[in-house]
């Protein structure tokens, strides 16, 4: 079509399509819908049509049929490429944005509330040695035996010049020396130089076995030299002598560069990647220090490494009855349930459920009565799904309402997780309420089954992602998602005609599902809400993506953190608001404000409006009923176009006008509820329950 406009290969022609696609630019890729591009055009004596060409590498033909759509993505993992498909009345604004990059950068500085001392009284000790000084909880770098000596560290470290003290758990990883540095244990001496050994590339040699006096020397002839003296009446070793210059050159082993070492070093990467070979393991270490460590090496560093790894998730679990009493006790009201199964006489941990007090409260108190459903992947040896419950709250955003963490996606998991949601939100009758799924089978019968006067919605973005698979294209696309926008029946019999003039097949695939899982014309009007995607649950895991693979109890907690941090911080953002709703509600009315030029209303008394619009339909608003004919205001609460039309009649605020789901009344309700700060596990109580084992392994579907 280009080349009949004498433009050549290698374009894209697109037309404007206010009425067919939600105003937006809609490529002619097929003569129907050229076809329906004419039949935009009002029929008068000159008709023109304004036809935008972009330049593509591809034929317009090839764009249509490839079936890459990088319009459109639906992988569980990357949903941040489809910009078109958001429903962006319901996303994270820019301010909530910024404050959850606060949260994070809060979150950074995070110490893991499961790594603690030994020594049960270190805390005490500090606090009557030096009241001033907060005790800081640090995560030490292995489970090995010096744990014991931190903790030694830590109860000596206010009588010691704390600049002067070699700290393992910061400096251990890249140590260095000079004289005067004190270090708690000959042990982490011998482990710091045989750790800097490896660094510089040089096999250090320690002279002597005494406890009171070591000497490190290199190759014969060369001036390196550490000297270190024990510190009377303690255990502390302390750099005398320290001399860095090596005359020799770097060699290729090192008698320090061992399969513990090296468990230690790369646990990390190896958790992250169990599959690594052994080759490309050496190969890493050779990149990074010079050596080739043997194969036999690398197998018993693995070995090590996998028991490290293991051994920091499954010692979680056998502290995780401590934790929920804690969690429990600190925010009375809260449901935290395991459920367990006896193995011989100890228990094997399945599933964890948590609905923290303040989030029920916020959640009945102040938002929409609609629940958003998902599930996402938790990686690590124990692969697991978490489970979540958003709900909405006044400014279109993310609630946090309750998760679980759960050994699969299905519908037994599933059912329990909602059984326990219904228990705890008091669900007698589910009408009034609103359940978003993606399209996960399971959960959509659960819901069905356990819901049955409640209104079910289907993801569009999980149901395009269905229509996809046979149907491409992108005018198909907009058609589809203008369908589901139709507010009214008869529009959304309209939009349906449209799509078989486009294609009769998808039209009828599309025909088959019912309505009222998918689209607005078939919402109902009460819960103010007429979200059609799943947006809110995708932000929540995303913010949860960087804990996804750590262990159980850090996992929980990060994300008790997460929501604590959220509901502080949104506690505060209310105060910058302008008016009676949030920005995001502001936008939505902004943007009906500004159509409403297009329309003239005519009282009819008693605040009734016909609205003209200039398009020639003309629309009955009812302001004391907060309705109109186009139910757009009927299903989200927030003014229309006409209903702004006939608000500006008299000068009013259409503010005053929105739902009081959207009033900072609302918001506050919501967040007003706190959840309250966590200990560390040092000053938990200790339940008398037979510790949890680990979870059975469960292979995750797609992983
Ligand atoms: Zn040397
Ligand atoms: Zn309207």
Request: aromatic letters at 10%.
């Amino acid at each position: 079509m280009a080349k009949d406009l004498g433009y050549g290969d290698g374009y894209d022609v697109s037309f404007f399509g206010e009425e067919f696609g939600a105003g937006r630019l809609i490529q002619i890729i097929s003569d129907s819908t050229l076809l329906a591009c004419m039949s935009m055009v009002p029929k008068s004596n000159s008709r023109v049509i304004v036809l935008y060409l972009k330049v593509v590498s591809l034929t317009s033909s090839q764009v249509g049929n490839d079936s890459s759509d990088p319009e459109y993505c639906c992988s569980e993992d990357d949903d941040s490429s489809d910009p078109d498909f958001e429903d962006s009345d319901y996303a994270q604004s820019d301010e909530e944005i910024d404050l959850l990059k606060k949260d994070d950068k809060w979150l950074e500085g995070y110490v893991d509330h499961s790594c603690t001392d030994n020594d049960p009284n270190a805390e005490e000790n500090d606090e009557s040695d030096n009241g001033e000084e907060s005790p800081t909880l640090t995560c030490p770098n292995s489970f090995s035996s010096e744990d014991e000596a931190v903790g030694e560290l830590r109860r000596k470290k206010n009588r010691m010049p704390k600049s002067e003290d070699f700290r393992p758990e910061v400096d251990m990883a890249n140590p260095s020396f000079k004289p005067g540095l004190k270090f708690a244990t000959a042990e982490i001496f011998r482990k710091a130089v045989r750790i800097y050994s490896i660094n510089c590339g040089r096999e250090l040699i320690f002279m002597n076995n005494d406890r009171n006096k070591i000497r490190v020397v290199c190759e014969e002839g060369c001036p390196f030299v550490i000297h270190s003296l024990s510190v009377s009446g303690s255990t502390y070793l302390q750099a005398k002598t320290f001399n860095p210059t090596h005359v020799c050159s770097k060699g290729s082993k090192n008698i320090h560069a061992t399969a513990s070492w090296l468990a230690e070093r790369y646990s990390g990467q190896l958790r992250l990647n169990p599959n690594w070979t052994a080759s490309s393991f050496a190969e890493q270490v050779y990149q990074d220090y010079g050596y080739r460590p043997s194969r036999a090496t690398v197998y018993r560093a693995r070995v090590m490494a996998v028991d490290i790894v293991e051994g920091s998730y499954s010692k979680q679990y056998e502290v995780l009855w401590d934790y929920c009493h804690e969690l429990r006790t600190r925010n009375l009201g809260s449901i935290v349930i395991i459920k367990s199964e006896m193995e011989g006489d100890r228990p094997r941990f399945q599933r964890i459920y948590i609905c923290l007090v303040a989030c029920k409260k916020g959640f009945l108190d102040g938002c929409r009565p609609v629940v958003c459903l998902d599930g996402c992947h938790v990686k690590g040896p124990h692969p697991e799904q978490v489970l979540s419950a958003m709900g909405v709250y006044a400014n279109n955003g993310m609630f946090p309402l309750a998760y679980a963490y759960v050994e699969n996606e299905s519908n037994s998991t599933w059912l329990w997780f909602l059984e326990l949601l219904s228990g705890d939100l008091n669900i007698r009758n589910s009408q009034g309420y609103v359940f978003m799924t993606d399209k996960q089978k399971g959960l959509i019968d659960v819901v069905d089954a356990l819901f049955p006067h409640a209104e079910h919605r289907h993801c569009l973005k999980h149901l395009y992602g269905n229509f996809y698979l046979e149907h491409r294209g992108l005018a198909l696309q907009h058609q589809m998602e203008a369908t589901a926008r139709a507010t009214t029946v008869p529009w959304f019999h309209a939009e349906m005609r449209k799509m078989l003039e486009l294609s009769k097949p998808a039209h009828d695939w599309l025909a088959e599902k019912d309505p009222r899982h998918w689209s607005r014309a078939y919402f109902k009007t009460d819960p103010k809400c007429d979200m059609l995607m799943n947006n809110l649950c995708e932000a929540f895991n995303h913010s949860i993506m960087d804990v996804r693979d750590k262990p159980v109890l850090t996992m929980l907690e990060r994300i008790r953190l997460y929501i604590m941090l959220l509901m502080a911080g949104r506690r505060v953002f209310c105060e910058k608001w302008d008016g009676q709703v949030g920005p995001r509600i502001r936008k939505i009315l902004e943007k009906n404000k500004g159509k409403a030029q297009w329309c003239i209303p005519k009282a009819a008394g008693q605040n009734r409006f016909e609205v003209m619009h200039h398009s020639g339909r003309n629309f009955a608003v009812d302001l004391n009923a907060h309705s109109c004919s186009c139910r757009a205001w009927d299903l989200n609460g927030i003014p229309c176009l006409h209903a702004c039309a006939a608000i500006s009649w008299f000068h009013g605020n259409p503010e005053d006008f929105c739902d009081v789901v959207y009033k900072k009344e609302a918001y506050l309700r919501a967040y007003e509820p706190m959840i309250m700060p966590m200990t560390s596990q040092d000053q938990w109580m200790k339940i008398n329950l037979a510790p949890l084992l680990p979870p059975k392994y469960h292979k995750q579907p797609g992983t």
